[in-house]
Structure formats: C-alpha cells, structure tokens
C-alpha cells in the first residue's frame, strides 16, 4: 500500500511539466491528455517537491489514511 496520496487537478493543471521535472523518483508523468499523472505511486516518499514547485498549485500531497489512523 502507499504511503502518500497525490491528487492532481487536471483542471488546474497547465501541462507546464514542473511536477514532473522535480520529482527525484518519476514518480510523475503525463497522461494522454497532457496533464499531470501519477505514474508510480509506491515510489513516492512524500519529499512535496511536485506540491512546492507547482505553479498552479494543482497537486496536493497526503499522508495514506492508514497511516494518519496509526499515528
């Protein structure tokens, strides 16, 4: 199960690729209409880079519920 949860809002999304060119894991990629993915979410480690760099502030990212359950 993954630890964190990416939303992105393709509405708000512009496609400018930021997300993608900052996340150290690829975690990011772009889907057939040209908005930002999530391509990989077990290889996320919640580090925000693609939350801070968004310019749009179109991608959110959460700690899984399980894990806010646990804590």
Same mark, same amino acid.
């Given at each position: 199960?993954?630890? !964190? @949860?990416?939303?992105?809002? %393709?509405?708000?999304? %512009? +496609?400018?690729? @930021?997300? @993608?060119?900052?996340?150290? %894991? ?6 057939? /209409? ?7 979410? /077990? +290889? ?6 693609? =939350? !801070? ?5 179109? @991608? %959110?990212? /959460?700690? +899984? /519920?399980?894990? =806010?359950?646990?804590?």
């Amino acid at each position: 199960m993954a630890k !964190y @949860i990416i939303d992105v809002r %393709k509405n708000w999304c %512009k +496609s400018c690729g @930021i997300c @993608i060119d900052f996340c150290p %894991k690829g975690v990011l990629g772009f889907d057939t /209409e040209g908005k930002a993915a999530v391509l990989d979410l /077990e +290889s996320c480690t919640g580090c925000m880079m693609c =939350e !801070y760099r968004c310019p749009d502030f179109a @991608i %959110k990212v /959460e700690g +899984s /519920e399980s894990n =806010e359950a646990a804590s």
